[in-house]
């Protein structure tokens, strides 16, 4: 656990980018919500929003079958957790021209509709050495 | 720490049903696609998934039924979800497919419709 670069607290993951860790991200997701007092609705909304987040990074190293590794950075920035993932090195040909890591249409319009009515911000680019995400989500009750 | 995951299969008033209980997500489910082409390959045109123990589903878990929901109907039967969970039900919602599967509060009026 660390201080983050808006001065909050980050909790960070690191894991192997396959389907098995996947409960692992969202539930680590949902403990660090709750002990940052978010609502049961919230956390809940977090936990599938995490796991839409991991799906965009892990499919394309999936269709490689190469062994990527995860990472997850939770943080509560003012009153929103702020969820940053990145796997290392993506092959160039995983990702689009625009950056967007290449999913299957429909399973992408769902994750992109889930992610849209979950959290207040999302989204995902490319480096020339990684492929990210992230999202945002507010708390509606203040932390006493 | 992750929860049990279970697909269990019977026949109501001989249409078969999927009991699924747990979380679906992508690492499980690969599962009930392949238990969903197993009851099309039976000769089945319908059949029901019963989410009612479904704590958990993804955009994954969606495509799957998505899927399966096509496969019974081009064989003119049909897809029938029964839903009594407030995740699975919001997850239905957000994502429009509320409006696409025949959903239902118990087994017995899947059956029965």
């Given at each position: 656990m660390s201080e983050g670069k808006g001065g909050g607290e980050t909790v960070e993951l690191l894991l192997p980018?396959?389907?098995?860790r996947l409960a692992l991200a969202r539930t680590t997701g949902a403990a660090i919500a709750s002990r940052w007092r978010f609502t049961y609705d919230e956390i809940a909304d977090l936990r599938l929003a995490i796991d839409e987040l991991c799906l965009t990074l892990i499919r394309p190293a999936q269709q490689e079958g190469e062994p990527r590794r995860l990472t997850l950075a939770y943080t509560l920035d003012g009153s929103s957790m702020v969820v940053r993932g990145q796997v290392d090195?993506?092959?160039?040909?995983?990702?689009n021209g625009d950056g967007q890591a290449p999913q299957p249409t429909s399973v992408s319009d769902l994750s992109e509709r889930i992610l849209d009515a979950l959290v207040d911000e999302h989204g995902s680019e490319r480096t020339d050495s990684q492929l990210s995400a992230w999202l945002r989500k507010g708390r509606s009750v203040a932390a006493p | 720490m992750e929860e049990v995951f279970e697909i269990a299969e019977y026949s109501d008033d001989s249409t078969p049903v999927l009991s699924v209980r747990g979380e679906i997500d992508v690492s499980t489910a690969p599962e009930l696609r392949d238990r969903l082409l197993g009851v099309a390959q039976d000769g089945y045109s319908t059949v029901v998934v019963d989410l009612?123990?479904?704590?958990f589903l993804d955009s994954t878990a969606l495509g799957v039924l998505v899927s399966g929901l096509k496969r019974f109907r081009s064989a003119g039967g049909d897809l029938r979800l029964v839903v009594t969970g407030r995740n699975v039900t919001k997850v239905l919602e957000i994502t429009g497919l509320v409006e696409v599967f025949p959903i239902f509060d118990s087994v017995s009026e899947a059956v029965s419709t």
């Amino acid at each position: 656990m660390s201080e983050g670069k808006g001065g909050g607290e980050t909790v960070e993951l690191l894991l192997p980018a396959t389907p098995e860790r996947l409960a692992l991200a969202r539930t680590t997701g949902a403990a660090i919500a709750s002990r940052w007092r978010f609502t049961y609705d919230e956390i809940a909304d977090l936990r599938l929003a995490i796991d839409e987040l991991c799906l965009t990074l892990i499919r394309p190293a999936q269709q490689e079958g190469e062994p990527r590794r995860l990472t997850l950075a939770y943080t509560l920035d003012g009153s929103s957790m702020v969820v940053r993932g990145q796997v290392d090195k993506p092959n160039p040909a995983a990702v689009n021209g625009d950056g967007q890591a290449p999913q299957p249409t429909s399973v992408s319009d769902l994750s992109e509709r889930i992610l849209d009515a979950l959290v207040d911000e999302h989204g995902s680019e490319r480096t020339d050495s990684q492929l990210s995400a992230w999202l945002r989500k507010g708390r509606s009750v203040a932390a006493p | 720490m992750e929860e049990v995951f279970e697909i269990a299969e019977y026949s109501d008033d001989s249409t078969p049903v999927l009991s699924v209980r747990g979380e679906i997500d992508v690492s499980t489910a690969p599962e009930l696609r392949d238990r969903l082409l197993g009851v099309a390959q039976d000769g089945y045109s319908t059949v029901v998934v019963d989410l009612s123990e479904v704590t958990f589903l993804d955009s994954t878990a969606l495509g799957v039924l998505v899927s399966g929901l096509k496969r019974f109907r081009s064989a003119g039967g049909d897809l029938r979800l029964v839903v009594t969970g407030r995740n699975v039900t919001k997850v239905l919602e957000i994502t429009g497919l509320v409006e696409v599967f025949p959903i239902f509060d118990s087994v017995s009026e899947a059956v029965s419709t």
